[in-house]
């Protein structure tokens, strides 16, 4: 009998079952893969890649610090994410900002907070004006319900200003 590197128990058997260790082998090969494939896929979704976390949240500003906007890039389909609008302008002055894009075909604006001193539809966006306070800062907070699936492209621009874009992804 051949010597063998392999302990007894991974030698195929006939009794007193029939055994294919080899086969076998390769069954528990792929079970572990599946295994660190569940774990990986658990610990990016706690980091936020099908929704809020780390990997999801978004903080972008224009180069002149005029823009700024905080987001969730991964939502998911009926749920609802936070959206915040920074805008610096002159003191006690009425800043404007467009959101436009596609962006609308796939978020519901459930909230507005404060509520604009004006606002209006433009094409497929929409336009606020919003009162600063003492130091020329502004903020806008939406809700925003998402109803699409896929990536949705975003706009933000203050006229004659400072520009975002932003994409959102929305899971079903």
């Known amino acids: ?29 792929f079970e572990r893969v599946g295994w660190y494939i569940l774990v990986l896929l658990v610990v990016l979704t706690l980091l936020g890649l099908f929704s809020r976390g780390p990997l999801s949240s978004r903080d972008l500003q224009s180069r002149d610090g005029s823009l700024g906007v905080e987001y969730e890039t991964f939502n998911r389909n009926g749920s609802t994410n936070p959206m915040i609008v920074h805008m610096k302008g002159q003191p006690k002055a009425v800043l404007e900002v467009a959101l436009d ?53 975003g706009r933000l621009a203050m006229p004659g200003g400072a520009s975002l874009s932003f994409d959102q992804f929305i899971f079903p």
Do not use: C, N
């Open 101 to 153: 894009g596609a962006w609308l075909q796939g978020f519901e604006v459930q909230t507005l907070q404060p509520q604009p001193v004006r606002s209006a539809s433009a094409g497929q966006g929409m336009r606020f004006w919003v009162q600063a306070d003492a130091q020329g800062q502004a903020s806008l907070y939406l809700s925003l319900l998402g109803q699409g699936l896929g990536i949705y492209h």
């Open 1 to 29: 009998m051949p010597h063998s590197t392999e302990p007894e128990d991974f030698h195929s058997r006939v009794f007193p079952v029939r055994e294919d260790m080899d086969y076998q082998l390769k069954v528990w090969r």
